[in-house]
């Protein structure tokens, strides 16, 4: 069964630092490319980052820009999400997802995991 699950979610207060991983099981996630996604009480999932399948391809929303940095460890199967310097507004449930073809911040990834809340608040 694929299945992609999300951790490292919590508590976090402004300014401070969270790094949320998203591991695979029952494929292997080195022939994908990976979006994180969040979605805010009341509004719309939105994409945050993509990183390509051989990880030399990163893209941001301009509202993460220069403080959220995705990587992965294909050898451990497991996507990250390192987020600085995070704000209330960051507040959300964040999702991992993935696909063999597509690679943005759309919402066209085949594959998805069932989040992990993170709060930003002092």
């Known amino acids: 069964q694929l299945q992609l699950v999300e951790s490292g979610g919590g508590l976090v207060q402004p300014g401070g630092s969270l790094r949320l991983s998203c591991a695979a099981s029952?494929?292997?996630?080195?022939?994908?490319?990976i979006g994180w996604f969040r979605q805010a009480p009341g509004k719309e999932r939105e994409g945050v980052s993509c990183?390509?399948?051989?990880?030399?391809?990163?893209n941001y929303a301009e509202s993460v820009k220069g403080r959220f940095t995705t990587s992965r460890d294909n050898a451990k199967n497991t996507v990250y999400l390192q987020m600085n310097s995070v704000k209330p507004e960051d507040t959300a449930v964040y999702y991992c997802?993935?696909?063999?073809?597509?690679?943005?911040?759309?919402?066209?990834?085949?594959?998805w995991g069932q989040g992990a809340q993170v709060t930003v608040s002092s």
């Open positions: 997802a993935a696909d063999r073809s597509y690679y943005g911040l759309g919402r066209w990834y085949r594959y």
């Open positions: 029952g494929f292997v996630l080195d022939y994908y490319h």
């Open positions: 990183i390509s399948s051989s990880g030399g391809s990163s």
